[in-house]
């Protein structure tokens, strides 16, 4: 299961046992990715907006996460930011410039592969920011979170969370694969090396940002299918409450012209008249 919402996750407290068998899986993952597809057209015409936000270890399996979650979607207005260390432009300016940048406009999907928390997780741990920036950064981010709520974005903020046995595992399955050795990294050693550390600055992040209006989730992501499953979960249940999900029906006037040039039976046309009105 996620953490509970109401109370800020720990990493330590996560039950890392849960396991989900291949054919619930799939059905659950047949399901889940038509309700997505539900929702962005949803947006389309309603104007909504939502910004996911995905951390996690390396190898944690937000990659895969990604490619179920953009496979139903139409990529014109779903977008993914996959966030690194900032360029020369960015690092003059304030931290948060480069996601305000890229936040979703009326009608879109943004995930964030990482995100400005960054700044209390790895500029931390690596001590890229002197203590009192990285410090300040807690109130700034809730700050624009709050921010982005208020402007009517949709918010979801999961965290995937492995032990280092599965990380372990995962790193020389890369190794062993020709085509997954790209994401295998120098710093993904470096980072393990630091593991204590970025547990006690995810937990303080967990503490000082996660709140009742955009709380963190903690996905156990030892098995991938489990993962996969909780985590669209959460973000479909977050995107689309209280909003109709039924699909938009063309106007009298598509109505019109589709019964004029298409050779369609006029009970399809006359049934669709009647639902708009």
């Known amino acids: 299961m996620t953490s509970c919402p109401g109370d800020p996750p720990r990493l330590g407290a996560t039950d890392m046992s849960a396991r989900l068998g291949m054919k619930p899986y799939n059905a659950a993952l047949k399901e889940l990715q038509r309700g997505l597809k539900a929702i962005q057209q949803a947006y389309l015409s309603s104007g909504h907006k ?3 936000v995905l951390e996690g270890w390396d190898a944690a399996g937000k990659g895969g996460l990604i490619r179920r979650m953009s496979a139903p979607l139409d990529p014109r207005s779903f977008k993914v930011w996959p966030i690194g260390a900032p360029g020369d432009y960015y690092r003059d300016r304030h931290y948060l410039l480069r996601f305000m940048e890229r936040l979703p406009p009326n009608g879109a999907i943004a995930v964030f592969d990482r995100s400005w928390c960054g ?6 741990v690596e ?5 009192r920036r990285w410090r300040m950064a807690y109130d700034e981010i809730r700050d624009f979170e709050r921010m982005l709520l208020g402007d009517g974005t949709r918010l979801v903020k999961l965290f995937l969370h492995i032990t280092p046995d599965v990380q372990l595992d995962r790193f020389e399955e890369r190794l062993r694969d020709p085509l997954k050795r790209w994401k295998l990294t120098y710093e993904d050693f470096r980072n393990r090396a630091k593991w204590d550390a970025y547990i006690e600055a995810t937990d303080e992040m967990f503490a000082r940002t996660s709140t009742e209006a955009a709380p963190w989730r903690v996905i156990p992501a030892n098995d991938k299918r489990h993962a996969r499953i909780e985590a669209l979960r959460s973000i479909v249940h977050v995107l689309s409450d209280g909003i109709p999900l039924e699909p938009v029906l063309p106007d009298d006037k598509v109505l019109d012209a589709a019964d004029r040039v298409l050779n369609v039976e006029e009970d399809l046309i006359a049934s669709l008249r009647g639902r708009t009105e």
């Open 127 to 131: 001590a890229l920011t002197p203590e």
């Open 119 to 124: 700044r209390v997780l790895v500029e931390r």
């Open 50 to 52: 939502a910004v996911i």
